[in-house]
């Protein structure tokens, strides 16, 4: 079983609708990233939590520790936000020098 | 936010020679970079932590004489692929940690470094 799972793999959407991307996890964090990937390769960091909620634009993306599990939701999907998503965890400070788990990302095509 | 670049963006090279990708943190102190390799629909595979000042800690099964790395400065880290063979053909990427003095995991990706190797 991986550390770091993602679902779903493939999402396709309605432009217009409401997406949400699930990552859970089974190791001990100090924080989670939501990143977002272009066909071109480039990576975006979309955002770092160890907490709560955060929101950009029409990001979300949440976190619950005790749970295990963080959601990235995108409001008012549209076709520019086809990508994929990737959802990577950090190990905590000290430990295995700070280097990322990722998930294995959720391709999401909008389509017009 | 934190700036993170990557030179080249794309590198077409013979095999056999060597290429040299530079990461760069633009507005911050990085006083540690990660280098990863990502084949085509995979995800993102740790190649090798480089802390400044200090040799790279590579992953298992990574080749450190192949994949030389360079921390000379907080704000500069160099991968160079020596002898390139076409299976080398990947997307590089590198993310640098900042040295903020917290806990967090502040970690800034570059854009990545396409190679192809013909």
């Known amino acids: 079983k991986n550390e770091v799972e993602q679902s779903p793999q493939n999402l396709t959407a309605q432009e217009g609708e409401f997406i949400t991307i699930n990552c859970s996890y089974s190791v001990g964090i100090s924080a989670l990233h939501w990143l977002q990937q272009h066909p071109g390769g480039g990576i975006v960091s979309l955002f770092m939590l160890s907490s709560g909620k955060k929101k950009h634009g029409r990001l979300i993306a949440t976190i619950n520790i005790q749970e295990k599990h963080s959601s990235l939701h995108i409001t008012a999907s549209h076709p520019r936000d086809s990508a994929v998503y990737i959802c990577?965890?950090?190990?905590?400070?000290?430990?295995?020098?700070?280097?990322?788990?990722f998930g294995k990302g959720t391709k999401l095509s909008v389509k017009p | 936010g934190a700036v993170v670049s990557q030179h080249p963006s794309r590198v077409i090279c013979k095999s056999g020679t060597s290429v040299k990708i530079e990461c760069r943190s633009l507005d911050f102190q990085a006083t540690t970079m990660f280098w990863y390799r990502q084949f085509p629909k995979q995800s993102l595979m740790l190649m090798a932590t480089s802390n400044e000042g200090s040799k790279a800690t590579y992953e298992q099964g990574v080749e450190k004489d192949k994949f030389l790395i360079n921390h000379a400065s907080l704000t500069l880290s160099t991968l160079t692929v020596t002898s390139a063979h076409p299976e080398d053909s990947s997307f590089y990427i590198c993310s640098a940690r900042a040295a903020t003095g917290t806990s967090l995991d502040e970690q800034y990706f570059g854009p990545g470094t396409r190679l192809t190797v013909t």
């Open positions: 990577a965890v950090g190990s905590p400070y000290g430990g295995s020098q700070g280097n990322l788990i």
